[in-house]
């Protein structure tokens, strides 16, 4: 075991890219291993594929990639500003609104990013909003869309922890309109004490608002179309995942007529090489899961966690300051998958719900690639719009810090998690 | 030649994520009709191992598997290349290693059934050895292109994933 950690920090730290480095050291315990034959971790590695639930990852990325060919993206950011424009810091609101109602069909944190960093990013600078400030408001809000069902994050949690996707997605709905309203709150109060100012004079008229949200109605209609579907218990989620992408085809082609075969065919070659990105961490990975639950790495760290305190509550709490200076440095799949199945059978027999604490894992994991020094969300960004890494920092204590008081909240009123699933499923 | 190699590599794997959705598409809606397919599932799962394959040896050829270049990308060019020629061999032998014990692997299992669908198993098994051999040979090409350029012009082998800007849409 600590072979396996070693090899797979070394690598790591030297550049290899981290579906290798998480793949040799689960060979490395397989090849020092007396009793372990190594066919079996050649095994693992197959066996890690032939998990329906899984099959929803490709079919979400699939659909994401559809829908921003499909003109959804387009009206989805024209409804945001007729909604939000008009108040302070009105283009950073834009920017909130939209990872929120983008986070109802798109799975992906870093996908929003950089959607947002392209399309919005230059037009903030512009109008004076400093680089840092909208890098952060850009990149920790895409938070919000990683939390919105569909979520991969959530789908990868509910694979590995043999947890229900349906209602880790509906516990998801709340949380994320929190972190919306709680980030707007942050964005208004920056703007205020700096002075940018609303986009509009005055506010929108319901006319407009109508308007422009009839023009998005196949986006917005779509989460909902979701989440009754899994609700319902006809479809599973990986179904529905197929669902998502016909859905988009459908719209594409015969409702906004704005889909062509070469631009589906652009979006299966993206689509077919994200999943590869993906599946090859969690294909490789499978050797360390069996790794981790041969040398019952759960036992002994429950009983070394147990030992300092057994209250609930404070038990999650550790987990989660744990997960968080974890996440600064390793990348969120890699946690979710790795750390899963050690931590969800410590706060499981406490009496935690493993969809509370699936969502406050996957939210303070998921933080992890919105801050340095390892963050994916956060270089490409930075990168898109050329904020250097220091001021990105500064500016986005204030947003970070929005979402660990949020995740407190969370943690202390499960209600707000657990109600949607409760009520619904 | 690559460009063509990687051209139908692509539009198979598209292909076959393509088969993939319509098969679960159609299960869920024949279920929903009362007319199970049991075999529609067992199908997608095993294409779906070799899309995930086939998708992993796209990206390494486009360098955009995510790495942590945080501290390599202070070091000198020259020297980084040469480190990450070092670890590409170890990733090689790895990789190769896999490809090995997975053909081992494949052989015993093609006697076994995959559900219940009558397919072989070893048809899953199969993406290993094939899929690892895939990506020793990307890895390879691109192993031999920096040794090649490295007094010259030194390239990493495993490009940073920040400056990349197909590494932006995976991580959930």
Known sequence: MTLLAVTFFLLMSLGVPIAFAIGIAGFSFFATNEIMPLSIGVQQVATASQS????AVPFFVLAGHMMNRTGITSRLIACSSVLVSWMSGGLAQVCIVLSTLMGGVSGSAVADAAMEARILGPSLIARGYSRGFTS???AVGSLITATI???????LYGFVGNVSVGRLFLAGVIPGLLMMAGLMLTVWLIARRRGYRAEMTERPTMRAVWRAVADAKWALLFPLALLLAIRGGLFTPSEVGAFAVIYAAVVGFLLHKELTWASVMEALFEAVVDTGLIMLIILFSGMVG???IFEQAPQSIAEAMTGLTREPILVVALILIFLFIAGLFIESTVLVLLLTPIFLPIVTPLGVDPVHFGILMMTIVTLGSMTPPVGVAMYTVCSLLDCPVEEYVVESVPFVFTILVLVAILTLWPGLVLFLPNALM | MTSWIVKAEGLLASLLLAIIVLLVFAAGIMRWFGHPLVWSVDLAQLLFVWVSFIG???????RAHIGIDYLVKRLPGQFRAAL?????AVVLGFLLT???MGYRLTMLNLE???GDSGISYGFVTAAVPIGCLLLAITLAGQMLRTAATLRSRPQPVFAPASTSVHAEELVP
């Open chain 1, 52 to 55: 329906f639930p899984l099959l």
């Open chain 1, 136 to 138: 952060a408001t850009i």
């Open chain 1, 149 to 155: 069902p569909p979520s991969l994050g959530l789908i």
């Open chain 1, 290 to 292: 069996y790794a981790i």
């Open chain 2, 56 to 62: 992993a040896d796209l990206a390494l050829r486009k």
């Open chain 2, 84 to 88: 990450d020629l070092a670890l590409g």
């Open chain 2, 98 to 100: 896999m490809a090995v």
């Open chain 2, 112 to 114: 076994r059934q995959f």
